[in-house]
């Protein structure tokens, strides 16, 4: 896998979220962001705070931590559902993880 910066010019889709996520204790255990979006006219209000992965040619996986509500959203590529969420699945000891029961399309 390797990590991915900006532009992410590719089609994402949602795949789940983790909920009351803290930012600092995610930036020790994932590392720091591939990209932090600070203009929250291109978020969701706040700052965000990206990982994106290939996984391989046109598969990615990735993480987006919307600060302000302490979500952390799973995205992925059309097909790397299950990828995505076991590359994440660490994060489960220490937050709550909801799996969508279909991916949104971003």
């Excluded at 896998?1 to 949602?14: A, G, R, S, V």
């Excluded at 591939?34 to 705070?49: I, L, M, P, R």
């Excluded at 931590?65 to 000891?93: H, W």
């Amino acid at each position: 896998m390797q990590p991915t910066k900006p532009p992410f010019e590719m089609d994402l889709y949602l795949a789940g979220c983790f909920h009351f996520v803290g930012r600092e204790q995610l930036h020790e255990i994932l590392g720091s962001p591939a990209y932090v979006e600070t203009d929250s006219h291109a978020t969701f209000g706040g700052q965000e705070d990206w990982w994106v992965m290939q996984i391989s040619p046109g598969e990615f996986i990735g993480l987006c931590l919307r600060v302000p509500y302490q979500d952390a959203v799973i995205y992925c590529s059309k097909n790397s559902k299950t990828s995505a969420e076991a590359y994440y699945s660490k994060l489960s000891k220490y937050w709550a993880y909801e799996s969508y029961p279909e991916l949104y399309p971003l």
